[in-house]
């Protein structure tokens, strides 16, 4: 069974960053596309960024590309997301999802586990 366990989410403010961490227990965490989604208040669950177990990376929109960068070492069964230049839209619950087949995504559908989110609030 794959668990996800996210960490490094808080309160900051504008302009601020912060690096957000995910644990994978699982055997073949290497072989999965990993991602992060967010979900604002009152929005639903949308995407943010994926690393495919090679390194390729995908991102949501150009203007999270410049502040946001994921990362993976899959020695240690992790995945980053660090942030930066933060903004108060981008308070939002974050969570992080594997995808077994590698198809490096951004659709919910495509992933079969999820961690339970940590929540991020940046201040004005």
């Known amino acids: 069974q794959v668990q996800l366990v996210e960490s490094g989410g808080g309160l900051v403010q504008a302009g601020d960053s912060l690096r957000l961490s995910c644990a994978v227990s699982?055997?073949?965490?290497?072989?999965?596309?990993m991602g992060w989604f967010r979900r604002a208040p009152g929005k639903e669950r949308e995407f943010v960024a994926a690393?495919?177990?090679?390194?390729?990376?995908?991102y949501s929109t150009n203007s999270l590309k410049g502040r946001f960068t994921i990362s993976r070492d899959n020695a240690k069964n992790t995945v980053s997301l660090q942030m930066n230049n933060m903004k108060p839209e981008d308070t939002a619950v974050y969570y992080c999802a594997a995808d077994e087949e590698d198809r490096g995504g951004s659709l919910l559908s495509m992933y079969d586990y999820w961690g339970q989110g940590t929540q991020v609030t940046v201040s004005s």
């Open positions: 699982g055997r073949t965490f290497s072989t999965y596309t």
């Open positions: 690393i495919r177990w090679g390194g390729l990376r995908t």
